[in-house]
Protein backbone atom coordinates (compact mmCIF):
# COMPACT_ATOMS: atom_id res chain seq x y z
CA UNK A 1 0.00 0.00 0.00
CA UNK A 2 1.63 3.13 -1.02
CA UNK A 3 1.46 6.55 0.91
CA UNK A 4 -0.42 7.90 -2.50
CA UNK A 5 -3.51 5.44 -2.18
CA UNK A 6 -6.38 7.44 -1.54
CA UNK A 7 -7.70 4.21 1.49
CA UNK A 8 -4.75 5.14 3.72
CA UNK A 9 -6.21 8.22 4.77
CA UNK A 10 -9.62 6.42 5.22
CA UNK A 11 -7.88 3.29 7.07
CA UNK A 12 -5.81 6.23 9.01
CA UNK A 13 -9.26 7.77 10.11
CA UNK A 14 -11.61 4.66 10.74
CA UNK A 15 -9.21 3.18 13.06
CA UNK A 16 -8.66 6.76 14.85
CA UNK A 17 -12.60 6.58 14.95
CA UNK A 18 -12.94 3.35 16.19
CA UNK A 19 -9.97 3.36 18.78
CA UNK A 20 -11.83 6.60 20.43
CA UNK A 21 -15.41 5.52 21.45
CA UNK A 22 -15.84 6.13 24.87
CA UNK A 23 -15.44 2.88 27.38
CA UNK A 24 -19.30 2.97 28.05
CA UNK A 25 -20.22 3.54 24.45
CA UNK A 26 -17.95 0.86 23.21
CA UNK A 27 -19.31 -1.71 25.96
CA UNK A 28 -22.89 -0.52 25.40
CA UNK A 29 -22.72 -0.84 21.27
CA UNK A 30 -20.74 -4.00 21.85
CA UNK A 31 -23.82 -5.54 23.94
CA UNK A 32 -26.02 -4.82 21.08
CA UNK A 33 -23.89 -6.19 18.20
CA UNK A 34 -23.65 -9.24 20.51
CA UNK A 35 -27.53 -9.56 20.90
CA UNK A 36 -28.40 -8.91 17.26
CA UNK A 37 -25.46 -11.48 15.94
CA UNK A 38 -27.06 -13.61 18.73
CA UNK A 39 -30.59 -13.58 17.04
CA UNK A 40 -28.81 -14.90 13.98
CA UNK A 41 -27.18 -17.74 15.71
CA UNK A 42 -30.33 -20.32 15.49
CA UNK A 43 -29.48 -23.44 13.74
CA UNK A 44 -26.07 -22.58 13.49
CA UNK A 45 -24.07 -25.57 14.03
CA UNK A 46 -20.59 -24.01 13.59
CA UNK A 47 -19.88 -20.02 12.77
CA UNK A 48 -16.35 -18.43 12.02
CA UNK A 49 -15.35 -15.14 13.96
CA UNK A 50 -12.03 -13.38 15.11
CA UNK A 51 -9.90 -12.37 18.08
CA UNK A 52 -10.54 -8.55 18.43
CA UNK A 53 -7.56 -6.25 18.03
CA UNK A 54 -6.78 -2.72 17.75
CA UNK A 55 -10.38 -1.51 18.59
CA UNK A 56 -12.19 -3.79 16.64
CA UNK A 57 -15.78 -4.91 18.00
CA UNK A 58 -14.91 -7.34 21.02
CA UNK A 59 -16.91 -10.80 20.18
CA UNK A 60 -16.11 -12.19 23.88
CA UNK A 61 -19.66 -11.90 24.10
CA UNK A 62 -20.88 -13.38 21.22
CA UNK A 63 -18.29 -16.67 21.71
CA UNK A 64 -19.83 -17.28 25.29
CA UNK A 65 -23.46 -17.43 23.86
CA UNK A 66 -21.89 -20.13 21.15
CA UNK A 67 -20.20 -21.86 23.77
CA UNK A 68 -23.31 -21.66 25.67
CA UNK A 69 -25.48 -22.67 22.58
CA UNK A 70 -22.61 -25.69 21.72
CA UNK A 71 -21.75 -23.82 18.41
CA UNK A 72 -18.84 -24.66 16.78
CA UNK A 73 -16.70 -21.46 16.45
CA UNK A 74 -13.70 -21.11 13.97
CA UNK A 75 -11.20 -18.05 13.70
CA UNK A 76 -8.86 -16.82 11.18
CA UNK A 77 -5.11 -18.33 11.23
CA UNK A 78 -2.43 -16.87 8.80
CA UNK A 79 -0.44 -18.89 7.08
CA UNK A 80 2.23 -17.08 4.74
CA UNK A 81 -0.26 -14.79 2.25
CA UNK A 82 -3.77 -17.19 3.39
CA UNK A 83 -6.10 -17.32 5.88
CA UNK A 84 -7.44 -20.15 7.06
CA UNK A 85 -9.83 -20.90 9.96
CA UNK A 86 -9.36 -23.21 12.68
CA UNK A 87 -11.70 -24.17 15.69
CA UNK A 88 -11.30 -22.19 18.55
CA UNK A 89 -11.55 -23.99 21.63
CA UNK A 90 -11.14 -22.79 25.81
CA UNK A 91 -8.79 -25.51 26.03
CA UNK A 92 -6.82 -24.95 22.76
CA UNK A 93 -4.07 -22.42 23.19
CA UNK A 94 -3.86 -19.33 21.11
CA UNK A 95 -0.41 -17.72 19.40
CA UNK A 96 0.06 -13.96 18.07
CA UNK A 97 1.13 -14.16 14.71
CA UNK A 98 2.94 -11.82 12.72
CA UNK A 99 0.28 -9.05 12.90
CA UNK A 100 -0.54 -9.08 16.50
CA UNK A 101 -3.60 -11.36 16.31
CA UNK A 102 -4.80 -14.35 18.51
CA UNK A 103 -5.07 -17.10 16.38
CA UNK A 104 -5.19 -20.95 17.19
CA UNK A 105 -1.74 -22.72 17.00
CA UNK A 106 -0.22 -24.77 13.77
CA UNK A 107 -1.00 -27.97 15.21
CA UNK A 108 -5.42 -27.31 15.48
CA UNK A 109 -6.64 -28.96 12.37
CA UNK A 110 -8.12 -26.52 10.00
CA UNK A 111 -11.79 -26.33 9.73
CA UNK A 112 -13.15 -26.40 5.96
CA UNK A 113 -15.16 -22.89 5.08
CA UNK A 114 -18.07 -24.99 3.62
CA UNK A 115 -19.42 -26.06 7.15
CA UNK A 116 -19.62 -22.41 8.53
CA UNK A 117 -23.11 -21.46 8.42
CA UNK A 118 -21.48 -17.00 8.37
CA UNK A 119 -18.60 -15.78 9.30
CA UNK A 120 -18.15 -12.39 11.41
CA UNK A 121 -15.22 -9.89 10.23
CA UNK A 122 -13.85 -7.28 11.30
CA UNK A 123 -13.75 -4.03 8.97
CA UNK A 124 -11.95 -0.88 9.08
CA UNK A 125 -14.86 0.74 6.94
CA UNK A 126 -17.87 -0.05 5.15
CA UNK A 127 -20.66 1.49 3.02
CA UNK A 128 -24.63 0.99 2.30
CA UNK A 129 -23.61 -1.09 -0.77
CA UNK A 130 -21.39 -4.00 1.50
CA UNK A 131 -17.91 -2.85 0.03
CA UNK A 132 -15.56 -3.29 3.00
CA UNK A 133 -11.85 -1.94 3.52
CA UNK A 134 -10.17 -4.00 5.87
CA UNK A 135 -6.20 -3.85 7.12
CA UNK A 136 -5.16 -4.33 3.04
CA UNK A 137 -3.40 -7.35 3.05
CA UNK A 138 -6.36 -8.39 1.45
CA UNK A 139 -6.45 -11.90 3.31
CA UNK A 140 -9.83 -11.83 3.51
CA UNK A 141 -10.51 -10.83 -0.37
CA UNK A 142 -8.38 -13.94 -1.03
CA UNK A 143 -9.70 -16.54 1.31
CA UNK A 144 -13.88 -15.59 0.15
CA UNK A 145 -13.56 -15.59 -3.45
CA UNK A 146 -14.63 -19.18 -3.69
CA UNK A 147 -18.12 -19.24 -4.97
CA UNK A 148 -19.36 -21.75 -2.37
CA UNK A 149 -17.54 -19.56 0.45
CA UNK A 150 -19.91 -18.88 3.61
CA UNK A 151 -21.77 -15.56 4.05
CA UNK A 152 -19.08 -13.03 5.04
CA UNK A 153 -20.87 -10.68 7.69
CA UNK A 154 -19.26 -8.01 8.55
CA UNK A 155 -18.33 -6.37 12.09
CA UNK A 156 -18.31 -2.69 13.18
CA UNK A 157 -19.38 0.40 15.48
CA UNK A 158 -21.96 3.15 13.29
CA UNK A 159 -18.77 5.74 13.16
CA UNK A 160 -17.00 3.38 10.47
CA UNK A 161 -19.87 3.53 8.54
CA UNK A 162 -18.55 5.48 5.30
CA UNK A 163 -20.98 7.12 2.33
CA UNK A 164 -19.11 5.25 -0.64
CA UNK A 165 -15.93 2.94 -0.37
CA UNK A 166 -13.87 2.47 -3.77
CA UNK A 167 -14.30 -1.15 -4.73
CA UNK A 168 -11.61 -2.83 -6.53
CA UNK A 169 -12.99 -6.12 -8.90
CA UNK A 170 -10.98 -8.32 -6.60
CA UNK A 171 -12.67 -6.84 -3.31
CA UNK A 172 -15.47 -9.44 -2.02
CA UNK A 173 -18.31 -7.59 -0.57
CA UNK A 174 -19.90 -8.37 2.69
CA UNK A 175 -23.13 -10.18 2.92
CA UNK A 176 -24.41 -8.61 5.80
CA UNK A 177 -23.03 -6.30 8.55
CA UNK A 178 -23.71 -5.68 12.37
CA UNK A 179 -23.41 -3.05 14.16
CA UNK A 180 -25.18 -1.24 16.97
CA UNK A 181 -27.54 0.41 15.13
CA UNK A 182 -28.86 -3.63 13.76
CA UNK A 183 -28.24 -6.13 11.40
CA UNK A 184 -28.38 -5.02 7.93
CA UNK A 185 -28.24 -7.91 4.98
CA UNK A 186 -26.83 -6.60 1.54
CA UNK A 187 -26.58 -9.42 -0.84
CA UNK A 188 -29.06 -12.86 -0.88
Not at 13 to 29: E, I
Not at 103 to 126: D, G, K, N, W
Request: charged share 25%.
Amino acid sequence: MSSSDPTRALRLDCRRRRRGLHDVARRDAESAISAAISRKLHGAAAVGAYLATDGEVDLHGVIAICQQREIALAVPRVVGREMTFAPLAAEAPTIRNRFGIDEPESTVPELPLAVLSFVLAPVVAFDDAGNRLGRGGGFYDRCFAAPDAPPLVGVAFECQRIPLLPAKAHDVALTAVVTEAGWQDFHG
